[in-house]
């Protein structure tokens, strides 16, 4: 037997990306199933963007970049952020990166040591755990409660504070209950982590894609210079998830220490797709649109997938605030999460049990609603029979 690493034998990946392996093949083999499972926007990449990194790469620009990123991406990023945030971050505070999965686990390998403490929201996107356990890092789950619809409380924050505490991980809009904290949560969690010299890392990846209200961000407070660290891509609102783009804005300290490890693992991003980047950043009618359109477009989905699976008896859920998923509750099924999602896979649904996100998570299952609205009327139909 091959004996490989303790650290590989703690890695565990995504759950989404082994089910949609798992469904792809299925749906190879003849079968008809319904992708509740992936968060993959099914609306296309725009236009402009698209030219943009044609034009790139017809002009020959298809060679090394920097490591921390093009500097025209950075400046077109210290724009929006201005626009979007009201501070200008300095060039040496911004990392560029392939995605920003590799981003999660830069910034935590460059922030935190073995059996140090990052808190975190439990249920989470899962690759935070992965990253955590692959690094041999404690993770101090906070429970998000139905009740609160699913916002992390800033007093479960401070109870779970200990002199071993090193980051403190947001996610909102979030994934996977679709949350978005209030502002004023906000600022009592950057206060608390100001406080206790705890860094803050605020996944923003879902930030233009909140229903009602505008999205708060704790790195207004300090602009990114002492405690946050913001981190963000293009994935999920500019429908770019497979172009792998994604950046970072945080301590020139930190950043200076993520463009070292990525220089070492990914050598730097592609060039061309970081031309995209800025198209995709730049404020014209082409972005307003697609924006303008999507959002309406999931506004719809959302609504419908929320209606249609609080009329199934055994299921109910609370209205996601942004994001494009809901984590639905399931335990008057009398099925456990993973029994449930067995079942649906079963009769033609994918969709991802609530243990996946967190250990807090038992009765829930996750559903996107990023795909059409024919398929999520479909998607609910086969729901309600296999319970019936």
């Known amino acids: 037997m091959i004996q490989l690493s303790q650290s590989a034998n703690r890695l565990e990946g995504q759950p989404m990306f082994r089910l949609l392996e798992k469904v792809n093949k299925r749906i190879a083999d003849g079968e008809d199933i319904i992708h509740f499972e992936i968060g993959d926007p099914d609306f296309d990449t725009p236009q402009n963007i698209l030219k943009a990194s044609i034009s790139s790469m017809m002009k020959g620009d298809t060679h090394y970049t920097a490591s921390s990123g093009d500097i025209k991406l950075k400046q077109a990023i210290i724009d929006y952020t201005n626009t979007d945030l009201g501070f200008s971050p300095s060039v040496d505070q911004i990392v560029i990166s392939p995605g920003s999965n590799c981003l999660i686990h830069a910034i935590i390998k460059c922030l935190v040591d073995e059996d140090e403490e990052v808190i975190l929201p439990d249920p989470s996107f899962p690759t935070y755990y992965s990253v955590l356990k692959l690094l041999n890092i404690i993770g101090v789950p906070v429970p998000l409660r139905e009740i609160n619809e699913f916002r992390m409380n800033p007093r479960d924050i401070q109870d779970r504070i200990t002199t071993k505490t090193k980051l403190i991980i947001l996610n909102s809009p979030q994934n996977p209950t679709g949350s978005v904290i209030k502002h004023s949560e906000i600022q009592e969690i950057y206060d608390i982590a100001a406080k206790h010299h705890i860094f803050i890392l605020s996944d923003?990846?879902?930030?233009?894609?909140?229903?009602d209200d505008a999205v708060s961000s704790p790195c207004v407070y300090d602009h990114c210079k002492d405690t946050t660290i913001m981190m963000t891509g293009f994935s999920k609102a500019f429908a770019m998830s497979g172009w792998r783009l994604g950046y970072m804005v945080g301590p020139v300290e930190i950043a200076e220490k993520v463009s070292l490890l990525l220089q070492t693992t990914v050598s730097c991003t592609n060039s061309f797709v970081q031309k995209a980047g800025i198209e995709a950043l730049t404020l014209n009618d082409a972005r307003r649109e697609h924006l303008e359109k999507?959002?309406?477009?999931?506004?719809q989905r959302r609504f419908l997938m929320v209606?249609?699976?609080?009329?199934?008896?055994?299921?109910?859920?609370?209205?996601?605030k942004g994001a494009f998923y809901v984590f639905a509750n399931i335990t008057k099924t009398k099925l456990d999460s993973q029994q449930f999602a067995d079942l649906m896979l079963e009769n033609g649904v994918a969709l991802l049990p609530g243990p996946n996100f967190g250990k807090y998570c038992e009765g829930y299952v996750r559903l996107c609603y990023c795909t059409s609205t024919d398929n999520i009327t479909e998607g609910l139909k086969r729901i309600g029979n296999a319970l019936r």
């Open 307 to 320: 209606e249609g699976l609080n009329a199934i008896d055994g299921i109910s859920c609370v209205t996601p």
């Open 204 to 211: 923003e990846i879902y930030r233009l894609m909140s229903y």
């Open 294 to 299: 999507m959002m309406a477009e999931l506004r």
